[in-house]
């Protein structure tokens, strides 16, 4: 386990990069994603102070995600070899916001996925370019322009 501290902007794993590790932010924001073959981005997770972020292939396999900083954030390593209770406490809160949000893309409108993503994550809605929230949500940005001022003027 050790500390690292990482500039926004800075690609801390690449798709294909083997023995990944779990990070624990500390402070700072993090995200997770892919890229399709047509350089689309499609973001799987962020990952604001308190939360872990990591690819979930096994040890040794090569990952399927990148993870980058959205922020300047301070990071605790962790091996995937290793864990303990706080840990596994993180991990399986994310895994529950990613279940709940793959039963959403699933079944659920634009408009509950977007209010579910502020619930999930208050404090990182203005951390965020809009872009990205679109593409967490799997809309366009400009379909989320329209929904959130549908949103604003029904209420």
Partial sequence: MKRITVKKGE??????DLNTKRYSVKSGLLR??????????????????DWMIADSNSFGEPA????DALEDSELIVLDKSAGSVNQTDKLLKRLAVLQKRVIMLMSSNAIERYEHFV?????IVQRVPQKMIASY???TPEALSK???ERFTSK
Wanted: hydrophobic residues 35%; without cysteine.
């Fill in 119 to 123: 619930e999930t994550y208050p404090d």
């Fill in 11 to 16: 690609i801390i794993q690449r798709k294909g």
């Fill in 32 to 49: 997770s994603y892919s890229i399709d073959e047509k350089g689309k981005e499609h973001i799987f997770l962020f990952a604001p102070e």
């Fill in 64 to 67: 399927d995600l990148f993870i």
């Fill in 137 to 139: 949500l799997g809309i």
């Fill in 147 to 149: 929904l959130k001022k």
